[in-house]
Each structure stands twice: as C-alpha cells, then as structure tokens.
C-alpha cells in the first residue's frame, strides 16, 4: 500500500515543489503589493503575504541546506563506539581540536583522555595525568592526538590519518 506522500513522489519532491510554489507566491505577492496592482482584486495590500511567503521559503531552504551540509541528526545506527575508541588529547591543540569536530560532526563517540597540556614546538606539554602519560607513552610517543581502536587493534597519531581512518570505518 503507497502513501500519499510516496504518491507524489517522495518528502524531497514535496519538498521541492512546496519551495517553488512558495517561492512563486512570495514573489508575486511582493511585487503586487509593492506596485500597488491588483486593487481590483483586493482591497489590502499583498505585500504582508508575500513577506510571509518569503519568509517561510527562506525557512525551508535554510532547513534544506542545513540537512544537504551533513548538520542534520541521522537516523542513527551506528555501533556505540564511547568505549572502542579512546583519544588521548590535549584540549589546546589544533590537531585535536580537528579530530574533536571531526567526531562531533560525524556523532563518533570516544572515550577522552588528557595526559598532558599541548606542546610548543620546543616541549612537549606539561603532564597533568601521571598515569594517562604513562598509557600515551606506552603507544610508543609522546605525541597527540591518540586515536586508540580497541575493537580492532588499531593506533593512530596524525589528525589527518585518524579522521581518514574514523571516516573509513564509522561514517
């Protein structure tokens, strides 16, 4: 049995016919009533209906955009990761920042680890967590980020190869 949204041709032809009607009415309406034609059909102006048409027509493209962009919750389904996947970090480092928005965006979820402050090019940070430095080191560097896959045994320290890697086997 079809629905009578499947009838029409799914929620995105809706969609999209919905926003060139809109886009119809709010234009015509705009002009109308700006010209000041049409009084023989009315006898208010137009120009409120065509500023609200506009207005709900910049609501949907605005909501179009927004879910074409990736900025939408999905439907979820992907595997509960929080404790597969540890990230050893320092919060005032670029590259973990990078890996962070990278999980944020894509709904990864990570165990977070921060065994030190963010290096300089000469030190590397200051150690706030003895034993947490202790398990960073223990990865073979010094070095954040840390991605640690538990689940398939996996370690990775680069930002650009731990967001390839993420976007390989969790998006």
């Known amino acids: 049995m079809t629905t009578p949204l ?3 041709g799914g929620p995105e032809r809706v969609r999209d016919g919905t926003t060139w009607l809109l886009a119809f009415i709010g234009a015509f309406a705009t002009v109308t ?3 000041g034609r049409l ?9 409120p209906v065509g500023a609200v048409a506009l207005a709900v027509l910049v609501g949907m493209v605005g909501l179009t955009v ?13 595997p509960d990761t929080a404790g597969s996947l540890l990230l ?10 990078k890996v962070r928005r990278f999980c944020t965006r894509n709904g990864i979820s990570y ?19 003895r034993d947490r430095h202790a398990e960073l080191e223990g ?3 010094d070095q954040v980020p840390l991605l640690v896959d538990t689940e398939r045994g996996e370690s990775l320290y680069e930002s650009d190869d731990i967001v390839e890697y993420l976007g390989e086997y969790y998006c």
């Not at 009084?39 to 120009?47: H, N, P, Y």
């Not at 050893?88 to 920042?97: L, M, S, T």
């Not at 165990?111 to 967590?129: E, I, K, L, M």
């Open 111 to 129: 165990t977070c680890h921060n065994p030190r402050t963010a290096g300089t090019p000469f030190s590397g940070g200051t150690v706030t967590n």
């Open 139 to 141: 990865y073979g560097q």
């Open 39 to 47: 009084d023989t059909l009315t006898s208010g102006s137009l120009l």
């Open 6 to 8: 499947q009838r029409l």
């Open 33 to 35: 009533g700006l010209t």
């Open 66 to 78: 927004q879910r074409e962009l990736g900025l939408d919750a999905d439907e979820g389904g992907r």
């Open 88 to 97: 050893y970090q320092a919060e005032d480092c670029p590259h973990c920042a």
